[in-house]
DNA sequence: GCAACGTTTCGATCACGATCGAAATGTTCA
DNA sequence: TGAACATTTCGATCGTGATCGAAACGTTGC
């Protein structure tokens, strides 16, 4: 009888800390992070941090990877990030009531990495103009890249054809905690989102997972994309 | 600060109790339950039960419904019960090493219902024979129905055709936590699996959201869909 | 209105896990 | 080899939340 509840219930614990929340969301963006820098997020000494990160790791949260003397802490998997994007969905649905009109971090809210690609206002947007161009027909649960839209990427480069080589999915709704609507995942979303760093489009903000839109990048989303943001 | 990553916890928490944990699990058929059998479920006093529930309709995970002098309680949305069937299928991709080989119940394991559609090794069956006469795509992040999908499915009179009426999508996969690989969902799961309740070729058990296989749907899964279990 | 029943509220107890100081471990570099 | 640094282990403390008994509440049916 204890079974697949009692599995749940393990692993909803160890969500459960604010600490070990405060890592697993900064470590959201797919980067590794070390045991100092994991401490200083989670607000608590190192090691409290470290007994965190252990029992982390121990469930398979995350993995460990040894550089000199300090560990890189990172998401073991793509599906946990996934799944913790899905949770802070349901998070964000909670009580109107008991909820504060969503005083949600602005930068964050405004553009940021959710593991591979874009969120927030940007991400929406960015989905958003490439579906008004017929580039993407994208809903809560299933997104296809039109032959437009494969071409339309091409031309920056990404190559977005269907291919048996990849084994990732290339195109697929991710539901957006902070916008409550899709934005665009997958492989086709991790390439923009490349595409935009190597562009000097957005930075990354030294800490979190925020982006900064810079004034080259808010011009070219418009101007190349139709972005209205 | 105090921003999404705490809303996280806090979700969490409301799932990491033992007792929570059974009631969610038990709700995820889509049901909805007394407040007297949840505290049966959850192996804990009615006072304590109340407790819980009072928790988890509070955070929107759970709606009630008075019916006369009893309560009814079920999930507030098909998303709550997606994320749950997310985090299970995580739970059960945990450590290798102190996961003794997967001691889940035999009954769930063999055929459920998950939320509305068919898991378990007969879910997953069911998608394998379908995408192997060429009438369903599925991989672990999309699905789709093919013509002659569309067309078969129908010879049993479901109407599966992509329309604007419906809010939901068509096809889905959904990841399979006891069989670790997709099984289908969406509109089309939701239409076979009422087929097969229909028919009687399944039946829901008294408790737990698992459901016997008849002689006849054995036969029927086999001979009609090619089902191999 | 009263009795029966399901459910919730209140109050007190108890256990588990988060926390940090102190000290040990392990790695790099000189 | 020894010093410097990041990290972990150990041990003790402390706070929060789960629990249940007792009692109140609210609905139904007579």
Redo the contacts between chains.
Sequence with gaps: ?P????????????????G???I??RLMDGRAQTAGELALVAGVTPQTASWHLGRLV????LKVERRGPRRLYRLA?P??A???E??????????PS?RPPA???AA?RRARTCYDHLAGELGVALADALRERDYLVL?????ELTEAGTAFLGSFGLDLHPSARHRR?L??PCLD??ERRPHLA?RAGAALAELAFQRDWIRRRPQGRSVEITDAGLDAFRSLFGVRI
Tied chains: 1, 2.
Excluded: F, K, N, Y
């Design positions: 009888m079974t697949i509840a009692r599995e749940l219930a393990d692993l909803a614990a160890l969500i459960a800390d604010p070990r929340a405060l697993l969301s121990q469930h398979a949260l998997t599906l946990v996934q799944i913790l899905g949770m802070m969905t349901v998070a964000v649905t909670g009580p008991s005083r949600i971090d964050m809903d809560q649960e299933v997104g999915v195109c697929r905690w902070s997958g």
